[in-house]
T-cell receptor
Framework: NAGVTQTPKFRILKIGQSMTLQCTQDMNHNYMYWYRQDPGMGLKLIYYSVGAGITDKGEVPNGYNVSRSTTEDFPLRLELAAPSQTSVYFC?????????FGSGTRLTVV | DAKTTQPPSMDCAEGRAANLPCNHSTISGNEYVYWYRQIHSQGPQYIIHGLKNNETNEMASLIITEDRKSSTLILPHATLRDTAVYYCIVRDDDYKLSFGAGTTVTVRA
């Protein structure tokens, strides 16, 4: 039982490049979330999903897209990377009350 | 979701109890109080949650005042590994967690 797995752990992007942050959970959780955390700050919700085929915007969705074709996977897409997207990205899943977080992806846009 | 107020930082001696306060004066009847912690740059870790009654698990105890406007997380015997940022979160049934700045707890030997 791996929990929530995020790949890659680190990535450097050039401005304007695109990439997909992968997130997979093996706990059969319905709810999945993407957060970003800037240095010294709390986590901010980007997108979330309440089940396969259903996604919704969080607090800071601009510049990102998501999809949820299966219960297990919830990838986050950055289409045109900008320096403001330099951050640590956390994926999480939950069945009802408590969240399980992945170990994060540290992204730098230069 | 209701807002929470936590002290930005606090120190604790190793082996002593750590009492972390949280104010949530605008909490409504169906909102739960959750506590998470984040050690260094890892993903946040669930600690405990409660609605009205006090709760205890293997990690901590949660004391919620009768009017539910504040709560205290108690780490009974703090260790160096408890050094982390602790987040108090109030959440209703929409399954989204909103993280504030939290309290940076430093456990000292």
């Amino acid at each position: 039982n791996a929990g929530v797995t995020q790949t890659p752990k680190f990535r450097i992007l050039k401005i304007g490049q695109s990439m997909t942050l992968q997130c997979t959970q093996d706990m059969n959780h319905n709810y999945m979330y993407w957060y970003r955390q800037d240095p010294g700050m709390g986590l901010k919700l980007i997108y979330y999903s309440v089940g396969a085929g259903i996604t919704d915007k969080g607090e800071v969705p601009n510049g990102y897209n998501v999809s949820r074709s299966t219960t297990e996977d919830f990838p986050l897409r950055l289409e045109l990377a900008a320096p403001s997207q330099t951050s640590v990205y956390f994926c999480a899943s939950s069945l009802s009350r408590d969240y399980t977080f992945g170990s994060g992806t540290r992204l730098t846009v230069v | 979701d209701a807002k929470t107020t936590q002290p930005p930082s606090m120190d604790c001696a190793e082996g002593r109890a750590a009492n972390l306060p949280c104010n949530h004066s605008t909490i409504s009847g169906n909102e739960y109080v959750y506590w998470y912690r984040q050690i260094h740059s890892q993903g946040p870790q669930y600690i405990i949650h409660g609605l009205k009654n006090n709760e205890t698990n293997e990690m901590a105890s949660l004391i919620i005042t009768e009017d539910r406007k504040s709560s205290t997380l108690i780490l009974p015997h703090a260790t160096l590994r408890d050094t982390a940022v602790y987040y108090c979160i109030v959440r209703d049934d929409d399954y989204k967690l909103s993280f504030g700045a939290g309290t940076t707890v430093t456990v000292r030997a």
